[in-house]
Structures are given as structure tokens and as C-alpha cells.
């Protein structure tokens, strides 16, 4: 839970995308390989697919930055698709603690980025051709930090509904094993043996 605080908007937007990255790995926590790959719901989500999807938003970042500078275009190709429809699910190569490296690394440099934006600068949004929209779009630097919280919240969400439907485990059991924090009368960490 974020703690009121005074804030410039940047920090308040990197702080908010922060809550939604961590609340996205905290629904691994105390998962086994073969946990990680399990898709329980009647979608294809597994919490590995998750992480792995999410993961690939540094990269879109950085994409995102030599189209602004100029540096590069925004041709979609043929490895732009498999590239997205193949972030949904871990290979077999693939392992839950390698997509945890490298969500880790990529949200890092996220939200770094985020902290340290001008909101009001322009900015490129990516094209987005599974809503019919094939080109990049100037936004500002605010409008991309909020689509990527709002990204991120919602696969938070789709990790939760999993994460429940593996072993029961829920958001805020998962938040006080992470971070230690001792039980109350109204909830209690998880622990592998209750579940």
C-alpha cells in the first residue's frame, strides 16, 4: 500500500507503476517451477507468462525512445508479432527464476525511467495493432506513464485471480510473507504449509 506523501508528479507516477511491478512479483513468491507454468483459469495466463509479458515493456520503452529521437522508425515486422504473442508463456527453456532476472531488471529500469521523465514532454506511444491502431502516437510523457500503470494493474489483477486459483493464496497474504510483516487479527501471512 502506498503511504500518503508529498510528491512532484513524476515520483508519484513512478511510485504508483513501483506498487503495481512489485504487486506482479509478489504473486511468484514461494511458487515451484511447474506452479509458475500452470494456467488454472479457463484463459492461458500462467504467473510466469505474466512476468514474462510484462518483462518485455523495457524493451518497448527503449524502442519507444529511438522512434522519439529519431534514430530508428516503427515498422511492425513479422518477429514484432511473435515476439508479442510468444511473451505470454514461458518456453520450455525458459525458467521461473531467469524471468524473474530479467522482469526484475527491465521494471527496474521502468520505473527509473518514469522517475525521471518530464510528464509534460512529448512522447511516442507504440502502435498497438490488436486495438487497430498501426502507427506510433505522440502523447505526452504523463499519458505513457499512466497506460503503463494502468498495464500493469491489470495483469496485477490477472496474477492475483491466478495465484488464488493455484493454492488459495491471496494479495495481501503474499505482500506480508514478502516483507515479513508479522500476522494481525485481521489477516495473516501466507506460508507454503497452509496452503
Not at 496485477?156 to 494481525?184: K, S, Y
Request: aromatic residues 8%.
Amino acid at each position: 500500500m502506498i503511504q500518503p506523501a508529498r510528491l512532484d508528479e513524476a515520483a508519484a507516477l513512478a511510485t504508483f507503476l513501483r506498487e503495481q511491478v512489485e504487486a506482479v512479483r509478489t504473486a511468484a513468491f514461494g511458487l515451484t517451477e511447474e506452479e509458475a507454468r500452470r494456467v488454472p483459469a479457463r484463459s492461458d495466463l500462467s504467473i510466469g507468462g505474466i512476468l514474462k509479458h510484462l518483462a518485455s515493456g523495457w524493451p518497448t520503452w527503449q524502442r519507444r525512445e529511438a522512434c522519439a529521437s529519431g534514430e530508428r522508425g516503427w515498422e511492425l515486422t513479422e518477429d514484432d508479432y511473435a515476439l508479442f504473442y510468444g511473451s505470454f508463456a514461458l518456453t520450455e527453456e525458459e525458467t521461473l527464476e531467469q524471468v524473474l532476472a530479467t522482469y526484475d531488471a527491465a521494471t527496474a529500469a521502468l520505473v527509473d525511467a518514469v522517475a525521471t521523465m518530464d510528464p509534460g514532454a512529448d512522447a511516442v506511444e507504440a502502435p498497438a495493432p490488436w486495438f487497430g491502431r498501426m502507427e506510433p502516437t505522440t502523447v505526452t510523457g504523463r499519458m505513457l506513464a499512466l497506460h503503463l500503470v494502468e498495464e500493469f494493474a491489470r495483469h496485477a489483477g490477472h496474477a492475483d485471480i491466478v495465484r488464488e486459483q493455484l493454492d488459495g493464496a491471496l494479495a495481501g497474504q503474499l505482500t506480508m510473507a514478502v516483507h515479513d510483516i508479522p500476522g494481525n487479527d485481521f489477516i495473516q501471512p501466507w506460508s507454503s504449509a497452509a496452503s
